[in-house]
């Protein structure tokens, strides 16, 4: 070959690679890109799972939680004297012995059983059955999921609420192996509320007899709007029902009103029964009358028209009381008026409320209404135990990342107050001279008999019913004796 063929055929060859470089380069790079943007849609796809999977997990916290706490109160409802006080439990996860309401509750969660025994209303609802949904999940869309329980914690958060908090390991990973996620320690924080819930301390109390609905009270216990007053003065306190007449039964729960009398010249036993034998006397229809020194009970005069904008009573000969035969009415003679009162079987105790006798960092936790978790156990006073567990979640809130910053100062105890004619449809009213709030009526605490609350007959027993309450009660919910 000569020099000319020479250069052109290696000038021929040079073009053919050139030529078979741009061909491969044009296949080769849109194949790369390819690939780069299929692993990032799976990539995504992964960052998404993962966040459902975190989603799913605090909705099976709430789910779990509820359930679990419904049948642990069913436990108590059905067994009627059988509290969870006793309950122990080894947790798989710490390996940790729990007892009490709280072991009951995570073993409800954790498994859906109650000491080992499966209950039909967990089935499908523990959070061994959710985490298995999203492994299975986790399969139907072409990832390998593990997720293991490494610990639950459970503590009152307040009267109403109480919290799980459980800490999982997720590890996720695509199955070509092109992405992969990894975390411990993955908090989950949840809150159950027991708001619409049975109470279990009073079937417990009342072995079965009386159920009770947990519900968010307001603190308006005693009627005392002033219905009229006394220009001509009076003496004593007194509460009971309005009596114009007759021979009443239960003379000591009336309060006897007389019309166009001057009762300082009464004689009391000139009445049947006697003035003496009622609960109070209020003269009408008369001014200037003369002050009795011969009636013994609280008495009110001249009654009249009362300026509420400028405290002042004017009597007047044509002014009667305000009120109808049976009214319950409140003599107060701080001030000579008459109040509208409240009866005894009218009082509303469907209520619940913080118990916060004591509240707070260094208090006496332990004159505070039980929690819910000592409900479950029939105990009648917040106990270390519940009080401790608190404030252990409370030393938590900033590793949390929770806004709760009252959470020391957070009562968690819990109040009502018993119904003493409900308790004497089943013999059970047999503390006629206790407090009505719940957990000190069942320890037998004594209770002075409150202002404006009128005596009744419970129709069962034929039993006198007082409304009383407590030293520690009375100023929080504005009462007096």
């Not at 027991?194 to 079965?208: C, H, K, N």
């Not at 701080?334 to 105790?349: E, L, Y």
């Not at 929690?371 to 567990?389: A, T, V």
């Not at 069962?460 to 030293?471: A, G, L």
Request: charged share 20%; net charge negative.
């Amino acid at each position: 070959m000569n020099k000319k063929g020479y250069i052109y055929t290696l000038t021929a060859i040079m073009l053919v690679i050139v030529i078979i470089f741009i061909i491969t380069f044009y296949f080769i790079v849109p194949e790369t890109e390819m690939r780069d943007v299929s692993g990032k849609i799976r990539c995504d796809e992964l960052h998404y799972f993962v966040e459902d999977v975190k989603v799913d997990l605090d909705r099976a916290m709430g789910v779990c939680g509820r359930r679990a706490t419904i049948y642990a109160i069913d436990y108590v409802i059905y067994n009627k004297s059988a509290s969870l006080a006793n309950f122990s439990y080894v947790t798989p996860y710490s390996n940790e012995t729990l007892n009490g309401s709280e072991a009951a509750i995570l073993e409800l969660i954790y498994s859906g059983t109650l000491e080992g025994e499966p209950n039909p209303y967990m089935q499908g609802n523990s959070l061994i059955d959710w985490v298995n949904k999203m492994e299975v999940g986790g399969t139907d869309a072409h990832f390998n999921v593990t997720i293991n329980i490494l610990n639950i914690s459970i503590a009152p958060y307040d009267p109403w609420n109480f919290t799980l908090i459980p800490i999982f390991e997720i590890d996720i990973h695509d199955e070509t192996g092109m992405c992969h996620y990894k975390k411990t320690n993955v908090t989950i924080v949840s809150v159950t509320t027991i708001v619409g819930l049975e109470d279990p301390l009073y079937p417990l109390q009342t072995s079965g007899a009386i159920v009770k609905i947990v519900d968010n009270g307001t603190v308006q216990i005693v009627k005392k709007g002033v219905i009229g007053c006394g220009e001509g003065g009076g003496n004593g306190d007194g509460t009971g029902k309005v009596s114009t007449g007759g021979t009443p039964t239960n003379p000591d729960h009336m309060i006897r009103v007389i019309t166009g009398t001057d009762l300082g010249i009464v004689d009391p036993g000139s009445y049947t029964p006697s003035l003496d034998d009622y609960a109070g006397v209020v003269s009408t229809e008369e001014c200037n009358q003369t002050t009795p020194g011969n009636v013994t009970v609280p008495y009110i005069l001249d009654t009249g028209e009362y300026n509420e904008s400028a405290p002042s009573c004017n009597c007047s000969e044509t002014v009667e009381l305000n009120a109808s035969e049976g009214d319950c009415i409140f003599l107060s003679n701080g001030d000579h008026v008459i109040k509208s009162g409240t009866h005894s079987i009218d009082f509303n105790t469907s209520g619940y409320y913080p118990s916060t006798v004591e509240v707070g960092p260094g208090s006496n936790y332990s004159l505070n209404g039980p929690s819910f978790f000592d409900r479950l156990e029939g105990n009648l006073n917040l106990s270390e135990k519940y009080f401790d567990r608190h404030v252990e979640f409370c030393d938590r809130v900033d590793e949390l990342d929770i806004d709760f910053p009252d959470c020391y100062n957070t009562p968690v105890g819990l109040e009502s107050f018993v119904f003493p004619y409900d308790l004497d449809r089943y013999d059970l009213y047999d503390c006629t001279n206790c407090t009505w709030v719940d957990y000190l009526y069942w320890q037998g605490k004594y209770g002075c008999l409150a202002d404006g609350v009128c005596k009744g007959v419970s129709p069962t027993n034929n039993k006198t019913v007082e409304f009383r309450i407590d030293d520690d009660h009375r100023s929080k919910y504005n009462l007096t004796c």
